[in-house]
């Protein structure tokens, strides 16, 4: 009898999960608002206060109140087979802890929640969260503001001691004092083999400079991941990149731009294109690739020689929020290596919980196998971060590249 995560995994596949990922469905960083929506959500100066992260300013209510409200993406979190309202792991949480979690799906895009509970944090009021998860550079744009509670390592033994040693090192929270990874992300090439007659693609120059190749190339609405590929193929940096860098960068994708070369800048669709072919190559998201390749043999992905995009999505608790050792219960159980293993089997993306992999092998080998969820050493060396960028830097990049894309 198949492992009840391998049945919700492949029912998941009957029902479309390869076609509805969380990051396709749902891209993080809404371009449509523009720089102008990044200059919008500046903070005042006055408001970056620490508010929260004293015990005595903020008096945690986890004992009385067996309570947690999650905060989390859509399609980011294991689903049983039959009853789509029924959540495995969290369920069991639940039943081990004694804590009710209140899970809801409400972060569609990173500026749009940021925009959300900010005008909380800035009044040093609770958000009604206990615990969210943002991508790694909104994250440490609320760590910066002091708007994040500082974790207390007692409370979360399995994940200080099962924290990949790879994740340990955040330039948007040094020390992991703030956050710790709910996933990792990473950004690739893929392409369909049908559609390039066989031919691979492994270089962000074939996308842009191919003719043959030419009017089916996609790059993707998001900023770091389309300027920081396209930087590590260029020989640039983008841990470290200047202002003239980022200039250089745009210029090279510009250029491909009023060429025709590349077709367009996909958001919520690359799948489908990719995968009926419109699109023969394009930039693309590991964990859409891993389930999209299970759909069709034909979708291969290759990571450049130059590197890739490399990145998490990390759990924090909010400012004065009211239950923060229930929130550290929850972080500390998703760190255990069985959990880890069944919650990547759903969401396919990169487990950062050490001992995970073993485990993996007892519900899936394949996955378990598949770089795109367990690198190897080889492939974690390759791997690079977006450096993280100011509030006038955000502004500023924000409106060149919406340029670019025509948003």
Known sequence: MPDPVRKAWERSRANGRAAMSRRRLLRLGSLAAGGAALAGCGIPPAAGNRGGNDPEDTPDHSKKERLLNFANWPLYIDVDEKDKKKRPTLDRFERESGIRVKYVEDINDNNEFYGKIKPQLAAGQDTGRDLICLTDWMAGR?????????????????????????????????????????????????????ATGGKKVTSVTQLLEDEALKGKVSMLSELADTMGLTMLDTGIDPRKFTDDDFDKTLARIQKAVDSKQLRRFSGNDYMDELSSGDIAACLAWAGDIVQLKLDNPDVEFAIPESGYLFGTDDLLVPAKARHQANAEALIDYYYQPKRAAELAAW?????????????????????????????????????RNFRPLTDKEHSRYENKFSKLIGA
């Open 142 to 194: 609320v760590i910066r503001q002091g708007w994040a509670q500082r974790l207390d390592p007692a409370r979360i033994p399995h994940a200080v001691a099962n924290l990949e040693d790879r994740f340990r090192t955040a330039a948007q929270d040094p020390g992991r004092q703030y956050s710790y990874p709910w996933a990792g992300t990473a950004c690739v090439l893929a392409y369909n083999k049908k």
């Open 347 to 383: 969401v396919n993306y990169i487990c950062p919980v050490s001992g995970a992999k073993a485990e993996m092998e007892k519900i899936d080998k394949d996955l378990a196998e598949d770089p795109l969820i367990f690198p190897d050493a080889k492939t974690v060396e390759r791997g």
